[in-house]
């Protein structure tokens, strides 16, 4: 804290003041120290230079001048004293004087001038002598240690400045002493706490160093310091996004070659299914592959959700409704032992967002709280519309302020830990055993909510349960209304260009047994050559985006720029291939799909205008 300035009218009376005592002293003093009698009035000078300044310094000389040439004038031994003595008297004392304010004036200016300096330093600062005593802190100091500056002074650095392992919590060596010994800049090591005053303990940077006065005489010794724990947490944060995005990248790789695959098999089990009559015992095993592709391709949908890579299609939805319609799969979901309460009021409000990843943010979050809950429990799920307000609630969620529908999922499991708490939604990580969790499920419920502008806080405690709150924005649009659905057959004639052969037979096959005519290429180059020959009967062409030598989309802005009206359906495992505005909603077909999803999408390209 800055001192307060001092008015020269209050140093002014109190260079009065002082000569005045010290006139008094010498009149009562003189039998005494009648040739010493200029020093009590020197005294005064130098206790006002001090206290107030130069000014106060000036008007003290004066006043003790005067003074002065007052009482030896009117000596009373030997009578009066002749005026060239007192006058030389004066003009010597005045000197003397003046020398005294110059000097201590200007040392006490150096003094508050680096006092302010230490004072408004960002770090903390503790200034010792050549033993280790503390002689000076600075604001920042006094608040780390928890010792005020007055109290402090006087005091060992070591009984101030207490530092510790963070680890093992051992006494660290404090650096001044090693600095001071050394006459060298020490710092302390990695890892070091300070424990303040009330036992707090803080991780901290130190650095410890000599004071020399000009001929390099070691006067004391200067400590900064500054606390790191804000800093570590926002490099911890930093490390943590960056593992993020880096197995993100990974992900979206991965989910978007396995949709190729996953596209192939579950497609030709489909054909392969309905060619099957119900009686046949082969039915049962087509049945197996389909379902074991679904689960494949829930596992790809984890992997994108939680790397946000899955290019999400929001629609207007009652959440209450959404949660009320999934009652009875919950109720399976958690089974017998587990009693589930569902609160959701009508009117709660409604949100945008994608309604099979609000369900697979549903079932996640439930399947976490039964796991939590071996010999059964309550799981309550709470849909209500809440308004958050400018303060600390919306800061701590992460939220800007305003209006918002809630889901809070509360089970009576056994809990969570601290440190479980912090590495909830990182991916991979299961407190489960071996091979009872993939540690996807709550990444994905992560990489959701935040995909639909939300958030989401957990409070759990270990075998006081868990509380999982989700906030979404609150929309007022209506719910949109379901479109009808196109006929699949057709008779057009459509150009397929993949580099996946299995991908392009499947698709070949679907659309060939639907009445469509179609013309076959592997990649651009050859896409081109075939759309010059049968350019006159093409109506829509329907291209992979990620293929070797020319992309999807480029092929799709060479055939644009030849026909403008042609119809174009992008297709792609990879969701990252969506972004950049090169392919409209409408026009965007998400690998793996079955064939009823592409016979529709197929007929409503055609049938809507759709062109690129």
Not at 252 to 271: K, M, P, S
Not at 333 to 339: A, F, H, M, R, S
Not at 495 to 508: A, I, N, P, Q, T
Not at 523 to 546: P, Q, R, S
């Amino acid at each position: 804290m800055p001192a307060r300035a001092r008015s020269p009218l209050n140093g002014s009376v109190f260079a009065l003041a002082a000569a005045a005592v010290a006139a008094l002293a010498s009149v009562l003093l003189r039998p005494y120290i009648e040739s010493t009698i200029s020093l009590l009035f020197l005294a005064a000078v130098l206790l006002s230079v001090w206290r107030h300044g130069r000014a106060a310094g000036i008007v003290a000389s004066v006043a003790s001048t005067a003074a002065i040439v007052l009482l030896f004038a009117n000596s009373n031994s030997g009578g009066p004293e002749p005026p060239a003595a007192t006058i030389g008297r004066a003009v010597a004392f005045l000197a003397v004087a003046a020398v005294i304010t110059w000097l201590t004036s200007d040392s006490r200016e150096n003094r508050r001038l680096m006092e302010a300096t230490l004072n408004s330093i960002g770090d903390a600062v503790m200034v010792t002598d050549r033993e280790g005593i503390v002689t000076f802190l600075n604001p920042i100091a006094e608040t780390l240690t928890g010792w005020p500056r007055k109290e402090a002074r006087g005091k060992a650095a070591t009984e101030v400045l207490k530092l510790v392992d963070e680890r093992s919590h051992e006494t660290v060596e404090n650096p001044l002493f090693k600095a001071l010994r050394e006459r060298a800049t020490v710092a302390a090591p990695e890892r070091t706490a300070l424990v303040s005053r009330n036992g707090a303990e803080s991780p901290i940077e130190l650095s410890a160093s000599p004071v020399r006065n000009e001929s390099s005489s070691v006067r004391g010794g200067i400590l900064v310091f500054r606390d790191i724990g804000k800093r570590r947490q926002l490099e911890e944060w930093a490390t943590h996004a960056e593992k993020m995005e880096a197995v993100g990248r990974l992900a979206r790789g991965v989910a978007g070659d396995f949709n190729n695959v996953l596209t192939v098999i579950g497609g030709f089990a489909e054909l392969l299914r309905a060619e099957a009559p119900p009686s046949s015992p082969l039915r049962r095993f087509v049945d197996e592959i389909i379902y074991a592709g679904e689960r494949a391709t829930t596992l790809t949908r984890h992997l994108l959700a939680f790397s946000r890579g899955s290019t999400a299609q929001p629609r207007v939805l009652d959440l209450c409704a959404l949660v009320t319609g999934m009652e009875p799969l919950l109720r399976r979901l958690v089974g017998g032992d587990i009693e589930l309460i569902l609160l959701n009021p009508r009117g709660a409000g409604r949100v945008k967002a994608d309604p099979a990843q609000l369900e697979q943010v549903i079932v996640n979050l439930a399947t976490n709280a039964r796991d939590a809950m071996p010999q059964g429990g309550k799981l309550v799920i709470e849909v209500a519309s809440v308004d958050l307000e400018e303060g600390a609630s919306s800061k701590n969620i992460g939220l800007p302020p305003g209006p918002y529908v809630m889901m809070a999922m509360s089970d009576t499991g056994i809990g969570m830990d601290a440190e479980t708490r912090s590495r909830l939604f990182e991916p991979f990580f299961t407190s489960k055993g071996p091979g009872a969790g993939s540690g996807l499920g709550l990444a994905t419920v992560y990489g959701i909510v935040k995909q639909s502008e939300g958030a989401i806080t957990v409070y759990s405690q270990s075998g006081c349960g868990s509380i999982f709150e989700i906030y979404l924005p609150r929309v007022k649009e209506p719910p949109a209304a379901a479109a009808p659905r196109p006929s699949a057959k057709g008779s057009e004639t459509i150009l397929l260009v993949d580099d996946e052969d299995g991908v392009r037979k499947l698709v070949h096959a679907v659309l060939k047994s639907n009445g469509y005519d179609v013309l076959e290429a592997s990649n651009g180059n050859l896409a081109l050559a075939a759309y010059e020959k049968n350019a006159h009967k093409i109506d829509m062409v329907l291209t992979d985006v990620v293929m070797p030598q020319m992309t999807g989309f480029e092929l799709g802005a060479q055939l644009s720029g030849r026909a403008p009206g042609l119809k174009i359906l992008y297709m792609s495992g990879f969701r990252d291939n969506t972004s950049g505005g090169e392919a409209g909603e409408k026009a965007f077909l998400h690998k793996p799909f079955t064939p009823d999803v592409l016979l529709a999408k197929v007929r409503e390209i055609l049938d809507g205008g759709q062109v690129q």
